[in-house]
């Protein structure tokens, strides 16, 4: 909803959480731009070979935006991630 506390509002109560969000909104403009440049008419797969070099651009930014959720907000907020909480299930 639009009318409730979410994660931005708690982070905003969070000392340098202002700077985090703000980090993060530019990073997400970033990759929305990249991807909206990207052809609508091709797969994957071919976009690897005639796109390569935009899609690898297009995985650091995502990279850059992943450190803002596991190492910048959880410290942040306090959280621990531990080698075990990666794993993927």
Request: aromatic share 6%; hydrophobic share 35%.
């Amino acid at each position: 909803g639009n009318d409730g506390i979410g994660w931005k509002e708690y982070l905003q109560s969070v000392t340098g959480g202002e700077e985090l969000i703000a980090r993060t909104e530019a990073q997400m403009a970033i990759i929305n731009d990249m991807l909206n440049k990207l052809p609508t008419d091709q797969t994957l797969e071919q976009q690897l070979t005639t796109n390569f070099a935009v899609l690898a651009d297009l995985h650091n930014e995502l990279q850059k935006h992943t450190r803002n959720y596991k190492s910048d907000m959880s410290s942040l907020l306090g959280i621990t991630i531990t080698f075990s909480s990666g794993d993927g299930d």
